[in-house]
């Protein structure tokens, strides 16, 4: 293994790896950022994008997929891919409608494969895609960050989080937090009581399965986002925490279309993940990477940063060189920003620090780059 892992790596010196810089765009009369504001951030060229107001399980439509590119492609850019199309808590679970809820989902991967879309990011998450104590914790130098405090998240009552959501969003629907979902929380945490990590896994294969074949014929890629933070909350479980668990969902559908999207901030939430070993575990099979920042405060706390390195917690050069130096060729994005310069936006997806992120990055990739000829 030693002997092959280092002709990779001396092949991969040889070669140029091109990366595909994008911005998470929610969609026209969802999102405070405009096409126009992406576009003009240098080397990037592509949005990923969503039907934000689609509801899980539900099949979405050749039209909308077509007006959605429109949109996107008469402002200059174009759609590297989805993000998310969610996965309804019925195949979750595995009640009696998963199986029509996962029919609905093959429909709408045969009209984004026929619209010339090719990765979809997508998680497997109970109840909630992502949690947070806080939605603007201020720091030392007057901006706000998303945050997370696990003695905070102990106390709250997940039943009655609708009202703190609502106040902390800025007045945006925030993904994963939406009302329809909120307003289902104690059904939902019922639904899920005789759900453990096992089961949980098993129903993730069985979807997986059975949507290989319409992601064979259009070449999608399937990317599963970690878990966010990375260990179970709330009683619910997690099965996609780390290096350990996303290489056994490799193995178990090993096929090239099931994937993962590379979150350093959700798998960076666990201290005890190695990213970069991530990294190398799942070379080949990572379509979709989100590249971002966490300082520590302690093992139980943790808020987001500025993508530089030096602004928390992580070695953002060391990851953006793994991805490069394991032949990493497909998209990329900045993740979640902080609120700066006075920006009022949805919490974590500003424009500015964004842009930041972005331009960081690509700096990053180009110096690697040029060092490695």
């Given amino acids: 293994m030693q002997i092959w892992y280092r002709i990779i790596m001396l092949l991969c010196k040889r070669r140029i790896f091109v990366m595909d810089m994008t911005l998470r765009w929610y969609g026209p009369g969802y999102d405070s950022v405009t096409l126009k504001q992406i576009r003009q951030i240098p080397g990037v060229k592509n949005v990923i ?3 934000f107001g689609k509801q899980a399980g539900e099949r979405w439509l050749p039209e909308e997929i077509a007006e959605l590119k429109r949109i996107v492609e008469d402002a200059g850019l174009g759609i590297a891919g989805i993000e998310s199309v969610n996965v309804s808590d019925d195949i979750k679970i595995g009640t009696a409608k998963a199986d029509e809820h996962i029919d609905n989902y093959i429909k709408t991967l045969q009209a984004l494969g026929e619209a010339d879309i090719h990765v979809v990011c997508y998680n497997f998450m109970p109840v909630f895609d992502w949690t947070r104590s806080e939605l603007a914790r201020e720091r030392a130098d007057g901006s706000t960050v998303l945050a997370y405090n696990q003695d905070t998240v102990d106390m709250i009552d997940p039943e009655h989080m609708k009202e703190s959501v609502a106040k902390m969003s800025n007045g945006f629907v925030m993904p994963g937090w939406e009302p329809e979902r909120l307003d289902r929380l104690k059904e939902l945490f019922e639904m899920y009581k005789d759900v453990d990590a096992e089961k949980l896994f098993n129903n993730l294969v069985y979807f997986l399965e059975a949507i290989g074949p319409v992601c064979e014929k259009y070449d999608i890629k399937m990317g599963i986002h970690p878990d966010d933070p990375a260990w179970p909350i709330f009683g619910l479980p997690r099965i996609m925490t780390g290096k350990d668990s996303v290489t ?11 994937g993962i999207t590379l979150c350093t901030g959700s798998f960076g939430s666990n201290q005890n993940n190695d990213i970069c070993e991530i990294i190398k575990a799942c070379r080949g099979r990572i379509p979709f990477a989100h590249v971002r920042n966490l300082k520590y405060n302690s093992p139980r706390d943790f808020e987001e940063a500025a993508h530089l390195s030096s602004d928390g917690s992580m070695d953002m050069y060391k990851i953006m060189k793994t991805l490069y130096d394991t032949g990493f060729d497909g998209i990329i994005r900045p993740d979640h920003g902080r609120m700066i310069w006075d920006e009022v936006a949805m919490p974590g997806y500003g424009l500015y620090d964004r842009a930041l992120g972005a331009t960081y ?13």
């Fill in 49 to 51: 994008t969503t039907l």
């Fill in 248 to 258: 056994k969902l490799l193995d178990a559908v090993n096929k090239p279309y099931n």
């Fill in 361 to 373: 990055l690509n700096g990053l990739w180009e110096a690697i780059d040029k060092s490695s000829k």
